[in-house]
């Protein structure tokens, strides 16, 4: 079946860049989303199809896509930017939500 | 302004049905492309999820608990409803409900939960 695979944690010292990368085999057929959830939070949205920022989303976060995976970066990263971040898709029918385990981003 | 909020028991005994409700304003359960996914995250765990309806009444179910679950709609209260049969500890996790907009762009599929509600926590324990 589906998955969406993520690395279950990614460490950056304030300042660096940070990259975190989702595969899956549906990627190059459905779009993904990422999503940052800080403890005790719920998820908000970052990075829709692919690469598309919302208005709110601040410039530092970019999302890019390659055949099978997807990569967030967020480039000059700080310390509010410590959280867990999960890449959304859907099943090559289309018809199945997946969600990737999760990354934990540790700014050192 | 869009929010949505869910609502439902705190806790629930081993079998019993869990039923909470995701309640939404601005915006309308009727407009095309939009839907209410429902998610859970047992604690320290990964987000899961469960559930969708849209406007057109179209549903779907994750299928490793599709025999379990139900979702329905009443757009005149501008609310989704999921119910949970047989609940088990297990099942013990926040529960969120988001707004889902879809479509085709570029000829590849995108479904976007742009909008998601606190979360309601249910615990499962006689």
């Known amino acids: 079946s589906d998955e969406l695979t993520q690395p279950p944690s990614v460490s950056v010292s304030p300042g660096q860049t940070a990259r975190i990368t989702c595969s899956g085999d549906?990627?190059?057929?459905?779009?993904a989303s990422w999503y940052q959830q800080k403890p005790g939070l719920a998820p908000i949205l970052l990075i829709h199809k692919d690469t598309e920022r919302p208005s709110t989303t601040p410039e530092r976060f970019s999302g890019s896509s390659s055949g099978t995976a997807v990569t967030l970066t967020i480039r000059g990263v700080q310390a509010e930017d410590e959280a867990d971040y999960y890449c959304?898709?859907?099943?090559?029918?289309?018809?199945?939500?997946?969600f990737g385990g999760g990354t934990k981003l540790t700014v050192l | 302004q869009v929010t949505l909020k869910e609502s439902g028991p705190v806790l629930v005994k081993p079998t019993e049905t869990l039923t909470l409700t995701c309640t939404v304003s601005g915006f309308s359960l009727s407009e095309s492309r939009v839907g209410i996914s429902w998610i859970r995250q047992p604690p320290g765990k990964a987000l899961e999820w469960l559930a969708h309806i849209f406007s057109s009444d179209g549903k779907s179910f994750n299928t490793s608990l599709n025999s379990r679950l139900a979702i329905s709609k009443d757009t005149s209260k501008s609310q989704v409803v999921l119910t949970v049969t047989n609940m088990d500890p297990v099942d013990t996790a926040t529960y969120f409900c988001a707004r889902v907009v879809v479509g085709v762009f570029n000829n590849n599929y995108y479904y976007v939960m742009d909008i998601w509600g606190q979360g309601t926590t249910v615990t499962v324990s006689s």
């Open positions: 549906a990627l190059p057929k459905q779009y």
């Open positions: 959304q898709s859907a099943d090559r029918s289309g018809v199945y939500v997946l």
